[in-house]
């Protein structure tokens, strides 16, 4: 294989640091890093906004899909800030979706055909030239299933639920551990159980368990791989 740019296939449960890594590999390679949870995380929380959680987990279909029309979503580079923030519909939601009022609903809005139509869409758009590492949970299988290079990313509920916990009290926003690990168990079993595009290794997808490694370890891991695919062109060689 030669130097084309390649897409990288980022996949796996609730926190286990697929958007810190991601954004190392891109970093590493000169690709642009795309987060689909975002995606996710925003027409959440514009449902949320028009009250559409008010009595229930799961708000009607007919209702999300009247919103879904018009929604215009984009990613942009925020060179100052060094990073990528979503706009919905021109307002800039970054630092709105992190926090766990978004990640109670945001699986069941995920679980709605429609949204992922759009999402998806908009997805591939952004990856059709290549040259992108992009996580989520349907991206090997679903959005990319030609993706070159394709990794599956896991770790304990009780790292993950740390990890994630220590990540929303530094940025100051409120939580408690017992209530992470909750949601992000929670997360996973809907994810993993909707009828469309459920989270699921890819069966060409490398697993790792990065539980007991460091960020270094798995760059190490990472750099191997892709050496691999280089140069065979197969991953799993
Ligand atoms: O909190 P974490 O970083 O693990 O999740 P996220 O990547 O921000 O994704 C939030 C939620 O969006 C997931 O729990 C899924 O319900 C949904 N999602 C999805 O269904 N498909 C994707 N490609 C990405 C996210």
Redesign the pocket.
Known sequence: MGQEKLIIALDGH???G??TYAKLIAAELGYSYI????M??AVTLAAMDTGLFNDTDAPPFSRIESLLGPMELKLKHNPDKQRTEIFLNNRMVEDFIRGMEV?AH??YI?AISAVRRKMVEYQRMLGHEKGVVM?????GTV?FPNAEIKIFLTASLEVRAGR?YRELIEKGMPADFEDVQKNLAK?DH??SNRAD?PLKQADDAMLLDNSEMTLEEQMIWFRDLYERVRSTGDETY
């Open positions: 609730s926190s286990c697929k958007s987060d689909s949870g975002a996710y995380r990640s945001v699986s995920a996580d989520g949970r349907d991206i959005v994630r997360r809907i994810d595009s």
